[in-house]
């Protein structure tokens, strides 16, 4: 995502290219993109980039939440989770990912006006006509996803989760256990948060999604920096590096959870890499739970208009 979206402005293709070959060369199997991010460009990069090693990977993208083309030829994000918007959409990624069959498809946000049902049904039909091997799910609540599981089974579902965004363990994790979904964790280092060098919030351009989030809004995010001093100081204990022991953090909450950073630089990729072989004792990660947590941090995940786009259970102020 990082690649094409989100976070200012975005790195040139040959900067992403070279990204995504050191992540190959890295062992990195598993690539996650979507229609949304750069509207295509991301899957098209992606593309474009992997094809040659497209046998060894896992190729995952998402639909029902891409950009359409308003009539003054400004395109703008859409929530769309009709089986024919589906359909266009998964047609649309096979063609910029330059591949005959995605590896794993989630819905990317339940389109609240569409049963989800009728949503999972038409990816249902991808998997039998071969354009898609698995379905999965994105920011849903447990509710939801035994709805969906009850159509056709769920691989995955792909939902915020880190030290500072806990609300997976409400219910959803819970309910993947019991009914043996993957969890996926996005934005694992908390969109930079929990990193050595910590996001400017007033140099954030006008692209940067954080400019919307009230966690990173100057009142909150000063009162977030308080938290770091003592986090660093955790990392140092364990022997590793913020990311690492916010991606640490994340693996040793089960062997279900995958986290998936995000990064435009080679040297935070291998930071990041590392992360999976730091090991924390009980006590670290005891103290570590309790120094951040739903209750610890200031400002909601999401603005308001973004958290109406979402279905998961949500602690409060979180
Ligand atoms: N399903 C969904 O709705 C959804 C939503 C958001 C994200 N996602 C997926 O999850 C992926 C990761 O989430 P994310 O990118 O939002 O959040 P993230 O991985 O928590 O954070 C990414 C940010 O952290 C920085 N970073 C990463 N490793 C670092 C390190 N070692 N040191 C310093 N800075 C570091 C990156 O900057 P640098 O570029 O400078 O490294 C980037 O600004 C996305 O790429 C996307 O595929 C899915």
């Known amino acids: 995502m990082n690649l094409?979206?989100?976070?200012?402005?975005?790195?040139?293709?040959?900067?992403?290219?070279r990204l995504l070959l050191a992540a190959v060369d890295a062992g990195v199997t598993l690539f996650d993109t979507a229609a949304l991010y750069g509207f295509g460009a991301n899957e098209t990069l992606v593309g474009r980039v992997l094809k040659p090693h497209r046998r060894?990977?896992?190729?995952?993208?998402?639909?029902?939440?891409?950009?359409?083309?308003?009539?003054?030829?400004?395109?703008r994000r859409a929530i769309d989770g009709r089986p024919e918007a589906l359909r266009r959409n998964c047609e649309d990624s096979l063609r910029r990912l330059q591949t005959d069959v995605i590896d794993l498809y989630?819905?990317?946000?339940?389109?609240?006006?569409?049963?989800?049902?009728?949503?999972?049904?038409?990816?249902?039909d991808l998997v039998r006509a071969g354009k898609i091997r698995t379905i999965g799910l994105s920011e849903v609540s447990a509710a939801t996803i035994r709805r969906a599981h009850a159509v056709h089974p769920i691989t995955a579902v792909q939902t915020e989760y880190s030290l500072w965004t806990r609300n997976p363990e409400i219910a959803v994790l819970d309910t993947c256990r019991e009914l043996g979904i993957t969890f996926v964790a996005f934005s694992p280092v908390a969109r930079g948060f929990l990193c050595d060098a910590v996001p400017d919030v007033a140099a954030f351009d006008a692209?940067?999604?954080?400019?919307?989030?009230?966690?990173?809004?100057?009142?909150?995010?000063?009162?977030?920096?308080?938290?770091?001093?003592?986090?660093?100081?955790?990392?140092?204990?364990?022997?590793?590096?913020?990311a690492q022991l916010a991606l640490a953090w994340l693996l040793h909450q089960g062997d279900d959870i995958i986290p998936i950073p995000g990064t435009t630089s080679v040297e935070h990729l291998a930071e990041d890499l590392a992360g999976a072989d730091v090991k924390l004792s009980p006590e670290l990660l005891a103290q570590l739970e309790a120094?951040?947590?739903?209750?610890?941090?200031?400002?909601?995940?999401?603005s308001q208009q973004a958290r109406g786009e979402v279905d998961t259970e949500e602690f409060p102020g979180s």
């Open 56 to 75: 060894r990977l896992t190729l995952c993208s998402k639909g029902g939440l891409a950009g359409v083309t308003g009539d003054d030829g400004s395109v």
């Open 291 to 302: 120094h951040i947590n739903q209750r610890t941090v200031h400002g909601n995940r999401y």
């Open 207 to 242: 692209k940067d999604i954080r400019k919307s989030m009230p966690r990173f809004e100057p009142a909150n995010h000063a009162r977030n920096l308080e938290l770091l001093p003592r986090y660093r100081e955790l990392a140092r204990e364990a022997g590793c590096t913020p």
């Open 106 to 124: 989630y819905l990317h946000r339940w389109d609240k006006k569409v049963p989800v049902e009728e949503s999972i049904g038409a990816l249902a």
């Open 4 to 17: 094409s979206h989100a976070y200012g402005t975005p790195p040139s293709p040959q900067q992403g290219e």
